[in-house]
């Protein structure tokens, strides 16, 4: 609003603003120790010959490393998105009214997540000593439509399918509630008051608002599967890690292939972090949005002042 001047009054003269800014001996101190042992810690690296920079350069682009790389970032890739549908289905079981659902997946989570997932994996590689053969039919020890071995069916890779994508799907049910509650209960009682079905109401308002809360931890859980698979290493899974220790276990470079798979493990992670920036901006974009409209529209006039 336009400030009116009184006839006769006297403004007061505006004083200059001399501000200094305070010596800080202390961050100078600790930036130069920083830079020094981060200038050290180079140095050191390079220079040592028992790394064997060359061994490390040749296997970087090999063959069988990027056979594992692809097998990681299918392991991955996979089971982020069977955990995901799981998660999903779990966290809306849980938010259910029926207490045999809310069991169901409570005993889910509950286990899963209590026990550790190195033991699901090697559970999983040996489920054919509990369960030899697997079949389609009349259930009770009826008889048998189709059947498999499980030898031949749970193959390294299966193994390792089920148990990452099992035991993601128990936290990833976790983060979907909580996304879940973080939508007003009034955007779903507005939804049923225009008659839309509950899963209507879920897929086309509750999930869409949950995705802002939902996609900073998917993100993280997905950076942290793809380090998460090299577990898979114990029971042969012919991921990254897998495939270097089969080759220094023939040329006994172990620290060089240890740093090649280091490197591919720091190269897919960039990657994932960068992509879940962009992704988290997106869905971020309409909740900012909307306060700044309603700021600028509150303003009068276009910001001008009334009189």
């Known amino acids: 609003m336009e400030v009116t001047k009184t006839p006769g009054a006297v403004e007061a003269p505006e004083l200059p603003i001399d501000a200094v800014r305070p010596p800080r001996p202390g961050r100078w101190a600790a930036a130069l120790l920083a830079g020094f042992a981060l200038v050290w810690l180079a140095y050191t690296i390079i220079v040592n010959e028992n790394l064997h920079w060359d061994v490390i350069v040749e296997y970087l682009g090999d063959g069988r490393i990027m056979g594992g790389l692809w097998v990681t970032i299918q392991l991955t890739v996979l089971s982020m998105a069977i955990g995901l549908a799981l998660g999903i289905v779990t966290a809306v079981m849980q938010l259910s009214d029926s207490p045999v659902l809310r069991g169901t997946a409570a005993l889910y989570t ?31 020890d009826g008889p048998k439509l189709v059947e498999w071995q499980a030898n031949e069916l749970i193959t390294p890779f299966t193994a390792a399918l089920l148990g990452l994508a099992i035991n993601e799907g128990a ?31 879920l897929r086309r308002v509750v999930l869409p608002q949950a995705m802002r809360v939902i996609i900073p931890p998917t993100g993280n859980q997905f950076i942290s ?45 960039t990657i994932a972090s960068v992509a879940q920036h962009f992704i988290e901006k997106r869905f971020e974009r309409g909740h900012h949005a909307l306060p700044a409209r309603v700021r600028r529209n509150l303003r009068p006039f276009g910001g001008r002042g009334v009189r």
Do not use: C
């Open 110 to 140: 509950w286990f899963f997540r209590g026990t550790p997932l190195l033991v699901q994996l090697i559970f999983w590689f040996n489920i054919g000593l509990v369960f030899p053969s697997f079949g389609i039919g009349i259930p009770f």
């Open 171 to 201: 936290y990833m049910a976790e983060i979907v509630r909580a996304g879940i509650r973080s939508v007003d209960p009034g955007q779903r009682e507005a939804a049923e008051s225009l008659g839309m079905s509950h899963r209507q109401v």
């Open 225 to 269: 599967m793809l380090k998460t698979t090299s577990m898979v290493s114990v029971i042969a899974g012919a991921e990254l890690l897998t495939v270097a220790q089969r080759i220094y276990l023939g040329n006994f470079e172990v620290i060089a292939l240890l740093i090649v798979a280091s490197v591919w493990y720091i190269v897919l992670t």
